[in-house]
């Protein structure tokens, strides 16, 4: 499987120290509805393009973004774009995604989408996420395959450390930091189980406000996830940098020199 390590400009010279597969977070939307970069590197070249829609204005001309992406994409070398478009599915983001997967298409690049927008983007990747806090992730990476085909599902490696109320009838957790689900772990370090349905590891333990119920992942369950998407024909994944820093000589093997 292609690994994709996805790292913003300011972090983007010791993510390079593992691999040459980067994924660049320098991109948006801009307010006027056109590409906007930040940060990067004049000589950044190779990879695959990030582009995300926070705090964006309307897509008013698509024709007009695709030719921005299109242009960048040929003067940095980029193999694709990945969409990292966190607004609900839109009309003109649609709009925008179908014409630059179609123009992507026809010179060799890819183009990855939320699953949101899998249905929407025939021409493009979707991205699943391994990080499930309930039910079961290999009939879920089954079902995304039925239903968007095998070429067209990318993993997004995204790491898991949340920590959920026992009862927690609403299935919301809380996000830990690293720093403090290293403090829970190095205090329960003996009642770690491991969750086969969620390829992800688990433990409980109780404070003055009752008991709670950490899920996580580490290099042996990323690796497992990895597994699984190679089993169902998945070819491509990405993971996050720092997120997964502490991870990757495991993931990846050593440094580059």
Same mark, same amino acid.
């Given at each position: ?32 509805? *056109? +590409?906007?970069?930040?940060?990067? /590197?004049?000589?950044?070249? &190779?990879?695959?393009?990030? =582009?995300?829609? %926070? ?103 995204? *790491? +898991?450390?949340?920590?959920?109320? /026992?009862?927690?009838?609403? &299935?919301?957790?809380?996000? =830990?930091?690293? %720093?403090e689900l290293a403090e829970l772990l190095e205090q ?10 969620l390829c992800a590891k688990y433990f409980t333990f ?52």
């Open positions: 499987m292609q690994l994709y390590l996805a790292v913003t400009p300011d972090k983007l010279r010791e993510a390079a120290r593992y691999t040459d597969r980067l994924a660049h977070v320098a991109y948006r939307v801009g307010r006027d509805g *056109r +590409l906007a970069r930040r940060d990067l /590197l004049a000589r950044t070249r &190779g990879g695959i393009m990030v =582009l995300g829609d %926070q705090d964006c204005g309307p897509i008013r001309d698509p024709a007009a973004l695709c030719r921005d992406v299109w242009r960048e994409c040929g003067n940095r070398s980029y193999g694709g774009v990945l969409a990292d478009f966190e607004q609900p599915p839109a009309v003109d983001r649609s709009s925008f995604l179908e014409a630059l997967g179609r123009v992507l298409a026809r010179n060799g690049k890819r183009l990855f989408v939320p699953e949101a927008y899998g249905g929407q983007v025939g021409q493009a990747a979707v991205l699943v996420s391994t990080a499930l806090s309930g039910g079961d992730l290999r009939q879920r990476l089954e079902e995304c395959v039925r239903q968007f085909g095998k070429g067209r599902v990318a993993l997004d490696l995204q *790491r +898991l450390r949340m920590s959920f109320p /026992l009862p927690c009838p609403t &299935g919301e957790g809380r996000n =830990l930091s690293g %720093q329960n370090r003996l009642s770690v189980f491991y969750s086969h349905d109780t404070e003055k406000e009752g008991s709670r119920f950490v899920l996580f992942d580490d290099a042996d369950t990323l690796r497992r996830k990895l597994r699984l998407g190679r089993e169902m024909g998945i070819g491509m994944g990405f993971l996050m940098y720092p997120e997964t820093e502490d991870l990757l000589p495991e993931l990846l093997g050593q440094q580059r020199t």
